[in-house]
């Protein structure tokens, strides 16, 4: 969908424009006029001959031309009716700036439908209702009522709420960051956030997409696009609220583990989306994207004139996981023999107090040229001999440059810095007021360029037996059960190539010692019933049952004490099943989301894996790779790696396995909820075992 007519329109119709100062429908036609907006703007009020000097229209068709664009600032019950008059005359894109739409309840959400439906019907593009409108800068096009028009820049913004909107137009200004354009998308009735973002991606204008948004429309639309648009420009979003894929009552750890965040967390790392936690943040972030190249790699050296800064930069550059770049030696030598002897020719360069701009201007002009050196954070404190402003300069002639690295300068103070400060805004060095904010940013670059760079996704798939999964599953709706409970669970894991410990179902203690006997000591005995989702909380599961005698007794008890304890379960017996010792316990899971679909889990498994809460999440289907960095993503990878002269297990059996299920719950959309705890990994070589599994479903 071009959104051109909204950004670049040769005439406006502004319906509902007004002569009376401080209302929507006044300050609105001034932003325009006073914007230096070059086409034509049409009031149209059926009250006035003329305002502000401009010749007033009764109604659409009056004016004689089609407009190119309509903003409609008329009370919500009168809407209806003047899109019908747009559809009439031809027009083909809307503003909706009035309110009282569907954010107001059922009557809004009524009159919203009707304005939708006409505009669908006419192939009318809407923007809003319940917005702030559009900005473009670079077309002197102000139709909002937001604020002064922002300087001309690079960065594209979209917002789901207007009030923001507002606040950052006015921080924008203070700091005189620029846009290249600015939508408020409000109740995104018809044009929604991919509509823009995809609109920002192909904009010659916009370098970067930077965002607010309080929900997404269509979930795998957006994460199909904006993984397409992240590629070639960085997206920066602000989100609040999450999904209720977490709420529902959840019967896997999986579905208990994944909090509301989880869902968005997974989208924005699979579409290289940038998440900003706070306005500033976002500034900070977007700044760097938009005025400085991108760094080849994360190692970052700093320059300082005073040593705290050096080390509060250095530590967060180590929290991050960022590296700190170590110099080469004839760096170090080239330094040595122009800087102080006091200085330190190391990673953080410390040019000392007295340091005048020259001095840093030599000094970043060496570290640039080294190879081992791809970002350099330049620190400033204002003492006594300090340049701020001529410092400031030198990072400006060597910002850009031939090197092509970027430069990020983090001048610290107030009044003595403040002259030093807006020379870089000018030059278009980003700057911050703290080392953490300017090593955040630096992160964030880093992770895009990682994102960026990663191999391309590949998706392994698996022979598999489809056929029989289907069967259980369609089994299961026919008999209207939603939880499949653990044997057929199994089942489906055999048919999707995963090993499952032997065993099989007794009813007496007889029978459960001969099925023993058979699987050879030790064994486990478990509760079988399809009432008990967890076992071991009313002591169903009892391990390492090593004769006949341990195996009648532990029987006996279970069927003593459970049926006590859940007077209503209906008890089918005890499963004997084959004992698998020596490995670690994983946790395996997915819970599907409404609006993204299947996110996998990995975590540390066992009885513990809600306690320890040590798990990570990804979207399905998984890339061998991401099925890795799941685990790498868990604190558990260490252990599981082996610490300390104990072996590690097999990783590569465990990302496998990720595969597997991310493979299985792609192909059943039915599969709602579901995991394998524990998957009993040992060392590289042994088989791993799917030793317990829960999958619920649903008909979709
Ligand atoms: P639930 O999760 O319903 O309580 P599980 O079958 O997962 O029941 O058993 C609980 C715990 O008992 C497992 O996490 C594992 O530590 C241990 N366990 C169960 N079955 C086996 C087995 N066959 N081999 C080894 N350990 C087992
Ligand atoms: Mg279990």
Redesign the pocket.
Known sequence: MSLESFFNPESIAVVGASRQKGKVGYEILVNMIEAGYEGTIYPVNPKADTIEGLKCYPDLKSIGNIPDLVVIIIPAKFVAAMMQQCAKVGVKSVIIITAGFKEVGKEGRELEKQVVNIARQAGIKVIGPNCLGVIAPANKLNASFGGDLPAEGVIGYLSQSGALLAAILDMANAGSIGFSKLVSIGNKADVDELDVIKAFGEDRDTKVIAGYLESITDGNAFVNQAERISHYKPILLMKSGGTQAGAQAASSHTGSLAGSETAYECVFERAGIIRCDSIKEQFDYAQAFADQPLPAGPSVAVITNAGGPGIMAADAIERVGLSFAKLADETIQTLASRLPAAANFNNPVDVLGDALADRYEFALDVVLGDPNVDIVLVLLTPQAMTEPVATAKALVKLGGGKRNKPILACFLGAEKVRDGVKVLRQGKIPQYDAPESAVATIKAMADYVRWHTRPKRVVKLFPVNRRKVENIIERHFRQNVREIGETESKEILEAYGFVT?KGSVATTAGQAANIAQQLGFPV?L?IWSPDIL????VGG?Q?GLNSEKEVKDAFDLMMYRIPKKLPDADILGVLV?????GGK?VILGMNRDPHFGPLMMFGMG??MVEVLKDVSFYLAPLTAEEAKQMLINTRTYHMLKGVRGQEGVDIEIIAEGLQRLSQLVTEFPQIQEMDI??Y?VGPAGTTAIA??ARISVEQV
Request: glycine share 4%; hydrophobic share 30%; proline share 9%.
């Open positions: 410990p486990v478990k967890h076992k071991s909380d599961v391990v099943q084959e004992m698998c010792s316990e066992g009885i705890n524990p009993v030793v317990d």
